[in-house]
């Protein structure tokens, strides 16, 4: 859960692309997990460009699938790319599978399944899945396809985050905080939320927009939730990022807007923006991410407690197998 101890905040870092195209527009439809991003490179413009001409709030921050959108280009324009961990199923006859070698497993997909969900389950990072399988396009894939698994055998288990961790023994709430907790629940289950893979999607487009490594964003908001927007800390830190009312006071700021912790998306980009400002301050990655679960001025005045030095070895070692 991020502590709100950090006032500056870097520039954000954004890649550059196309000059807008000087064309005709064309109307698209959203699809699951596009982003303003991904649809900006594929149509060689810019994020701002598209936003402006469909006069988006909040710069296109929030975009849903079905929605019609203005980008340029004629309608005899390429296809847009499939948004990154979405499964888009192909017509054609795949070419053959890659043969497993012992040590391997083979995973027939689903519907449903993506790439990037599949090294996520078995705990392997996604570089190394694509090489055996011999994909290029991680969106390309198809139900009932065999995907090796390289190296994990036929006891592998899914790699399980543990959100919301219990309170250590003996500590008991104050009546306060276990209220607080309680009302945050009910909130949570009155609210429709986004399943793991729309949430994964979402962290990884939000930490693109804002210049944050988007690995870096996926492992912390993995951990902390296991990209889960109704988990709940006993301490009252809440959603996919573990917000808690300092830290949405906190971003807040750094937004420029109010953000709604119980909101799945003002809930990413809270943490999204925190990390952000973290990274400006911090000397390293490492102390990037314990200022996330201690607090930077702690991590800097009082040095990394052990559960820190736990907490960023875990996202490390997520953020490898991404």
């Known amino acids: 859960m991020p502590f709100a101890d950090v ?11 196309a000059p807008v195209a000087t064309t005709s527009w064309k109307t698209v439809t ?25 006069r988006l709030s909040n710069g296109g921050a929030l975009i849903l699938p079905g929605q019609k959108l ?20 192909v017509q054609s006859a795949p070419r053959p599978s890659a043969q497993p070698s ?8 689903r519907a449903g399944d993506t790439m ?11 570089t190394k899945l694509l090489a055996a399988n011999r994909l290029a396009n991680a969106g390309l894939i198809f139900v009932g396809q065999r995907i090796v698994v390289p190296g994990v055998g036929s006891s592998a288990k899914p790699v ?4 919301a961790p219990a309170p250590p023994a003996g500590y008991q709430y104050p009546d306060k905080t276990a209220q607080a907790v309680a009302e945050s629940k009910a909130k949570l289950a009155a609210r429709d939320v986004p399943s793991r893979t729309d949430t994964s999607a979402m962290v990884r487009a939000t930490a693109i927009r804002h210049g944050v490594d988007p690995k870096l964003a996926l492992a912390i908001s993995y951990l902390e939730s296991g990209w889960y927007q109704r988990a709940v800390s006993y301490t009252d830190a809440v959603g996919v990022m573990q917000i808690m009312p300092v830290s949405q006071t906190w971003a807040s700021e750094l937004a420029g807007r ?8 003002d809930n990413v980009t809270a943490g999204v923006l925190i990390i952000r400002a973290l990274q400006a301050g911090a000397d ?26 736990r907490y960023i070895a875990s996202v490390l070692a997520i953020y490898a197998r991404m």
Request: glycine residues 8%; charged residues 20%; positive net charge.
């Open 7 to 17: 006032a500056a905040l870097a520039l954000p870092a954004h890649a550059a692309v």
């Open 30 to 54: 959203v699809r699951p997990g596009d982003t303003l991003w991904n649809l900006a490179i594929a149509h060689r413009t810019t994020v701002r460009a598209i936003a402006e001409k469909n």
């Open 70 to 89: 203005m980008v340029p280009g004629s309608a005899a324009s390429a296809p847009r790319p499939s948004a990154p961990g979405h499964a888009k199923p």
């Open 102 to 109: 012992a040590g391997d497993r083979v995973h027939t997909v």
């Open 116 to 126: 990037s969900g599949i090294a996520q389950h078995y705990g392997v990072s996604l």
């Open 160 to 163: 399980t985050p543990t959100p």
């Open 258 to 265: 109010s953000l709604d912790r119980y909101d799945t998306q």
């Open 284 to 309: 390293s990655r490492e102390q990037a991410i314990g200022g996330y679960y201690q607090g930077l001025y702690s991590v800097r005045t009082k040095g990394l407690y052990e559960d820190t030095k």
